[in-house]
């Protein structure tokens, strides 16, 4: 129980963390559309991603799948500004479909994964046994997920009902500044993909 419970802590700690702003962002980019009231779909989408990066985390770390760090390091902000560019060319204010916004989860649920399983590699060592582990740490990120769902849409619900600030124009502020962003990134992180 104690070495789930240490894993567990280490998931959500690591999704909060200061190194795991990258993915912090994505989460963001994925929720600003929503507000409070539509938890239930941000639930939704906030699990699919968690779906998605638990696939290939499991993959990874038991080998089946290896991808260059590199590689993965440069496509996550891609999938960041591919979604805060999906929220700026958005045409209503409020999602009525969000199957768009499933499969952005979902599918760069799978290339985040990646992401954290160097990460996951190096805490696991030479251990055999590695579902409990695995399953703690992604309870960990889920619930670290969560903890910044609920911050983003608290801050959403406080500019948009207090402030007086439209929806749309509080959507497509957070969404192009996170867009703008993930592009430095990207050509930051292609730089380093490119070089010897």
């Known amino acids: ?11 959500w700690q690591h999704i909060v963390a200061w190194d795991g702003y990258d993915h912090i962002l994505f989460i963001i980019a994925l929720c600003a559309i929503y507000v ?8 939704v989408l906030v699990t699919a991603f968690t779906i998605g990066h638990s696939v290939t985390l499991a993959l990874s770390v038991t080998n089946i799948l290896h991808i260059p760090t590199k590689t993965i390091e ?3 902000p891609v999938t ?3 979604t805060a560019f999906s929220n700026v060319v958005r045409k209503q204010a409020i999602p009525e479909k969000i199957q768009l916004n499933y499969f952005f989860a979902l599918f760069f649920g799978l290339i985040h994964g990646l992401g954290f399983s160097s990460y996951l590699k190096s805490l696991l060592g030479t251990q055999t046994n590695i579902v409990a ?3 703690a740490f992604n309870l960990g990120l889920e619930f670290g997920q969560m903890l910044v769902v609920m911050g983003i849409l608290l801050f959403t619900g406080i500019i948009v009902n207090i402030t007086g600030v439209k929806r749309r124009e509080w959507n497509i502020f ?4 996170i867009f703008g962003i993930a592009v ?5 992180r292609l730089k380093d993909l490119i070089s010897k």
């Open 1 to 11: 129980m104690a070495e789930f419970v240490m894993y567990f802590e280490m998931g």
């Open 36 to 43: 409070m009231e539509d938890w239930k779909k941000v639930l």
């Open 74 to 76: 440069f496509l996550i």
């Open 80 to 82: 960041i500004f591919i």
């Open 133 to 135: 582990p695995l399953l």
């Open 174 to 177: 957070l969404s192009a500044a």
């Open 184 to 188: 430095m990134l990207s050509i930051e």
